[in-house]
């Protein structure tokens, strides 16, 4: 009797996990007989190692030769050396190999992953003097705020709208105990890695939450692949908004693993009705098993509503969205999440939660108001307006990828259909409220992951075990979209994260300045600034006033222009110390989102340094410090 001796194993198949083997019979026997027959891959073994080798070698490469102080109207565009691009296509193609053993060898596509985050984002991190976006700094400025006092003033009515920022504490707070236990002089120290470390956290919850309805590997690390792509959104540094929404995936994930109802599977537990690539729906959870998971995760509830005010709005519209199936109707943690946020809301966050529901009677139904981006005007300049378009076409083009999924794979859709319900439940926002410009941001961010995992499915499809002609030509088509998709969706992510970068970093110079005028400025001063898109502009917000006069309609900017002295002037409180402050960076800022016509800036800044109104305190090529001249108020303001 012939006896089989095990061989080792270099790779289960080296067809796609789902595809049928289709060799010969002894090309996966040890004896195949008598002629040595080991398992034959499609492609060598270390695929996987060296791609990412090769990655790394020429990332490193172009590292240090990108020009991130030259940039000019492209921001980082024109300054990533042409290294930096080959490492990325060469990231794709790995990644796209090592699909092909995902079933027996996922931690290849996991690595390729992991390696796309940090080649596509941790440059900034890394090269950056300074922190990355100038409004992360008032993230900082809270945390230093906070170690400073030693104290929260929820109730109190702080400058530049930043009463909020200790309302909802949580985000700040985590940061604090982080810069002691760090032993760095501030959060900026850190600051930049933020994307990084909360892209990496991400990427489990990701795969738990599409495992849930998938038991493809591929169709599971190709929807965190293109999650990846698509999230040039910005919402993932240094801000509340990352934490809270990294916690929010959480709940989600762990309410659909072990949330589902008894008896509520029917014919989604047979095979025969599942799409091939599908997951049995989850065990059932009897009473008890889910009141324990209430329990569990309402500590995640409260740390999302200690977070940020409106992921908690998100976590309820996604879980009373979920109620409406037979799967996931769980009345009593929708009741928890609500109450958690009610109880919040009319306690610690009782100030601004009163003053939006005044402003509801105004944006409600304001369906194009609410949906714009940023507070006025037009995106202006080659990077900010390709940035733009980059913008529009990315979430057209996962819209229409999850669109066809939706179409070819009714069966996935219809066993993932909680994970469908999740994704579209924040869209009714829109009509609710435009969070100062934000809405279609987080609306987007929100929606993500599920539009990831539909448009990851129009590209990876099953067909397992069918040797029709029709599925032979799906396989080989798909075989060239989906490298052609991901290296489409690669282009559209660059100029959409990068195409502003020229808004998004700050010289030290600049920083320098803004913090000698703002500490040197006496308590209960006025800081006036165009906009507080600069860096340390809201430095000591708890000591002294900020107005950043330029955030409105162009058109009421180009009648301050006329006569920006006076307007300012007029606007002061009397017996008030003013200072104006005029950097680089707000002037890039003010141009591109279009809150300044063509020179609108450098005609502001010769204006009000040539009126009697001001005198200049210091002045440099990165920026101008003015003090206001209450005294010269009867003279007559010369302007040229």
């Known amino acids: 009797m012939h006896q089989h001796v095990p061989v080792p194993t270099v790779e289960s198949s080296p067809l796609p996990a789902s595809a049928p083997a289709t060799g010969p019979p002894d090309a996966k026997r040890p004896d195949g007989g ?30 240090p030769r990108i020009g991130f102080r030259e940039m000019g109207d492209y921001g980082l ?40 985050l940090f080649a596509l984002k941790a440059p900034p991190a890394i090269l950056y003097d300074a922190v990355r976006y100038p409004w992360a700094s008032k993230h900082d400025a809270v945390v230093n705020t906070l170690l400073a006092n030693g104290e929260l003033r929820p109730n109190a009515a702080l400058s530049g709208n930043m009463s909020a920022y200790d309302q909802w504490p949580g985000f700040f707070t985590l940061d604090a105990g982080l810069v002691r236990a760090f032993g760095v002089e501030s959060a900026a120290a850190y600051a930049n890695w933020a994307p990084i470390v909360l892209g990496l956290l991400m990427m489990p919850v990701l795969v738990l939450l599409y495992r849930t309805f998938c038991q493809d590997w591929r169709l599971v690390w190709t929807a965190v692949w293109i999650f990846q792509l698509a999230n040039w959104v910005g919402q993932d540094y240094f801000a509340p908004q990352g934490l809270a929404f990294l916690l929010h995936l959480t709940v989600v994930t762990v309410v659909l693993r072990h949330f589902v109802r ?115 005007g037009e995106l202006t300049g080659p990077g900010p307006e390709l940035a733009g378009t980059a913008n529009v076409l990315m979430v057209l083009a996962v819209a229409a990828l999850a669109g066809a999924a939706l179409v070819l794979r009714r ?44 448009a990851a499915a129009a590209l990876v499809p099953s067909a397992a075990g069918s040797h029709h002609d029709r599925t032979r030509a799906l396989r080989r088509g798909m075989a060239v979209a989906l490298p052609a998709v991901l290296l489409v969706l690669l282009a559209g992510f660059m100029p959409s994260y990068y195409g502003k970068e020229k808004m998004y970093y700050t010289p030290p110079e600049e920083t ?19 906009t507080g898109s600069f860096p340390q502009a809201l430095h000591r917000y708890d000591r002294i006033e900020h107005w950043f006069f330029a955030e409105q309609e162009l058109p009421e900017n180009q009648r301050m222009l006329k006569d920006p002295a006076r307007y300012l002037a007029d606007g002061i409180p009397p017996g008030t110390r003013a200072y104006v402050v005029l950097t680089r960076t707000q002037d890039v800022y003010t141009a591109g989102e279009g809150l300044l016509p063509a020179g609108g800036f450098e005609t502001l800044r010769t204006k009000l340094s040539a009126s009697p109104l001001f005198r200049t305190v210091e002045s440099h090529d990165y920026g101008v410090v003015l003090e206001y001249r209450p005294a010269a108020r009867g003279t007559t303001t010369t302007t040229r």
């Open 512 to 530: 320098a300045l803004v913090t000698r005028a703002l500490d040197n400025a006496p308590d209960g001063s006025l800081i006036l600034a165009t």
């Open 77 to 116: 565009l024109d300054q990533l050396p042409a290294a930096y691009y080959l490492s990325l296509l060469v990231l794709t193609a790995g990644f796209v190999l090592t699909l092909r053993r995902a079933g027996t060898a996922p931690w290849w596509p996991a690595l390729h992953c992991a390696a796309l």
């Open 411 to 454: 069966r996935l859709v219809r066993s993932a259909l909680p994970l469908l319900l999740v994704s579209a439940a924040p869209v009714p926002l829109f009509a609710v409220n435009d969070y100062g410009g934000e809405m279609l941001f987080r609306v987007y961010l929100f929606g993500l992951p599920g539009a990831a995992f539909f």
């Open 34 to 63: 008598g002629r040595r027959s080991w398992p034959i891959p499609s492609h060598p073994p270390d695929t996987g190692l060296l791609t990412l080798l090769l990655a790394a070698v020429l990332w490193l490469y172009a590292l």
């Open 262 to 376: 008894p008896g509520s599977a029917g014919r989604l537990r047979d095979r025969a009705h599942l799409d091939p690539a599908a997951a049995s729906v989850p065990p059932p959870t009897g009473h008890r098993q889910r009141a324990v998971c209430v329990v569990i995760l309402a500590p995640l509830i409260a740390a999302i509503n200690a977070t940020h005010q409106l992921t908690p709005v998100m976590l309820c519209i996604c879980l009373f969205a979920l109620s409406l199936t037979r799967r996931y109707r769980n009345y009593g943690l929708l009741a928890v999440a609500v109450l958690l946020m009610l109880t919040w809301d009319l306690t610690m966050g009782r100030p601004l939660f009163v003053e939006t529901l005044s402003t509801l009677k105004e944006s409600i139904g304001e369906l194009t108001q609410n949906s714009r981006a940023g507070y006025a």
